[in-house]
């Protein structure tokens, strides 16, 4: 992002932390608000700190997340963000369809949610979900970083799939914004600066730290691929993708371009 | 691991592809005890070790060891040369049974079994039918009759064998569609089904789930083990599909944690007593006498005494 133009490859909104990526074609931002309806719903642990109505920002550990639940990405899952009815299919079978708006679509959601989470019988999730919030994993460091947009470069990642040997889905990195025609890397030294993401001004923020909800194949619900140890391998460092700030309004579309 | 030195007493063909073998002690002896589930690996004539499940529900005193060879002529030879290398008074190097698939207990069961892999299904089946039970459902999937080994023992009210050969792959949906916590599935068979299966029970609670490939070589498998608490003593059974960090928050044991991927060391914990069997990239060698990284590595013993790590530097 600081020498040369790449563009978008790829836009993905996730309505459900945890649950399936769905691609969008264009997307319209603004200061201060995030990805639009990106993580507006969490399934939080029963018996952590999330109530209705917490209005901080709680680490990812205090919700039912791929980092500790990799089963949830064996669902394949669809939220219509104009109705928040849920959608999930299992080998293409639909399982489940809870409107999300009401208290019997969430209870039905929740309690179809204890055998995948291997609760005990009784137990369910509680549907996260608090107007002008978002839980993304920044959420944790403050009301700032919950609206970061994340990003990852496909070139850097096709460098972490030639050191190490193997195939890295994208998908794993569950970013918002997918670039290509970047160098490899260069979204990291691009912290700190102004960059044109598809004619919508952004500030790369932080680097992304990793965790292991990236080592769980995408649609399989199991942990395949040591991604985590394999980039501290080969680089020493942790990170894949970057956070940005939106800093003008504007519509980011598939196709457009990214330069400095 | 201790081997045994057994003579074949018996051997013929159940299909045209798939011999049955009996091992006994050449001196009459009994042999270690078995369960449903068990396999020994026996070192074929030609030189190849071969895990091969045990066919019959064994027990405590088994007279004999009964397997079934499916010939796979694309393989790596082990299954070629016990066909063509055995015989009735071979014998063979075979270890003592080990158990990586054990029938556990439940209300119900579906069993799912693809081609020679009915192998350990069938001595589960005949153990839990031969106890008189109901609720024991089969599905057994296979090309043709003349290559389904044990064809006629599989024809009652709870049996489903199913040819492929002209009329396409069962649609196992209407058996999955479901997910029941009362029914436990077993299913033994080549990859495409087990994969298929577990995609299908994508919404099942995973305890239930019981997945067995054959030819899958030597996997290092996680075993169970049981962690002791120390500030409160509790006991935490982790079972082998579960890391120790996700056993304990399971039982409301909060430890701090963030990659979750043995990098970070963040949940690291202290032990207090029993053999660790480290899988992190992060602690030194010393740090290892006595603490571990919860989130990836497991106990060596059947027991872990662990407790919050606490910094010395800090204390």
Known sequence: MVEGRGRVDALFVYPVKGLSAQPLDRVALRPGTGFPNDRRFAFARPDGRYRPGTRVGLPKQEFFALVSDPRLAGLDTHVDTGTDVLTVRVAGHDVLKADLGTEEGRDEAMRFLTPVLDLPAGVTPVLAREPGRRFTDAAAAGDGPMNWVSVVSLASIRDLEARTGTVVDPLRFRANVVVDGLPAWSEMDAVGRELDLGGVRVRAVHRTRRCAATEVGPGTGRRDLAVVSMIHRTYGHQFMGIYVEVLTAGTLAKGSAVGV | ?315
């Open chain 2, 1 to 315: 691991m201790s081997e045994l030195r057994l003579r074949v007493s018996a051997a013929g063909e159940l299909t045209p592809t798939v011999r049955r073998f009996v091992l006994r002690d050449p001196a009459g002896s009994r042999l270690p005890a078995y369960e449903p589930g068990a396999h020994v690996v026996v070192s074929t004539p030609a030189g190849h070790r071969r895990a091969y499940s045990l066919v019959e529900p064994g027990g405590a005193q088994p007279r004999e060891y009964v397997l079934c060879v499916r010939r796979d002529t694309d393989g790596r030879g082990g299954s070629v040369s016990m066909h063509d290398d055995v015989a009735v008074g071979t014998t063979l190097v075979v270890s003592a049974p080990a158990n990586r698939f054990p029938l556990a207990p439940s209300p119900r069961y579906l069993f799912i079994a693809g081609g020679i892999g009915i192998t350990p299904i069938r001595a589960m089946v005949r153990r839990l039918r031969a106890a008189g039970r109901a609720g024991v459902r089969l599905l057994y999937l296979t090309r043709s009759a003349a290559e389904t080994p044990f064809l006629e023992e599989f024809a009652g009210p709870e049996d489903t064998v199913h040819h492929s050969g002209g009329r396409g792959r069962l649609d196992l949906w209407p058996y999955l569609g479901v997910p029941d916590d009362d029914v436990r599935i077993y299913c033994c068979g080549p990859p495409a089904l087990v994969r298929a299966v577990r995609t299908l029970t994508a919404h099942w609670r995973l305890s239930r789930i019981h997945l067995e490939e054959f030819a899958a070589g030597h996997r290092q498998l996680s075993s169970p083990f049981t962690a002791v608490w120390a500030p409160d003593g509790r006991r935490v059974g982790v079972p082998a599909h579960l890391s120790l960090l996700a056993a304990l928050r399971g039982e409301g044991v909060r430890v701090g944690s963030s990659c979750e991927a043995g990098v970070c060391g963040t949940c690291r914990v202290a032990v207090l007593d029993g053999e660790v069997e480290h899988a992190d990239s992060v602690l030194t060698e010393s740090e290892r006498v006595a603490s571990m990284v919860a989130c990836v590595s497991r106990a060596r013993s059947t027991e872990l005494v662990v407790g919050p790590y606490q910094d010395e530097e800090l204390a």
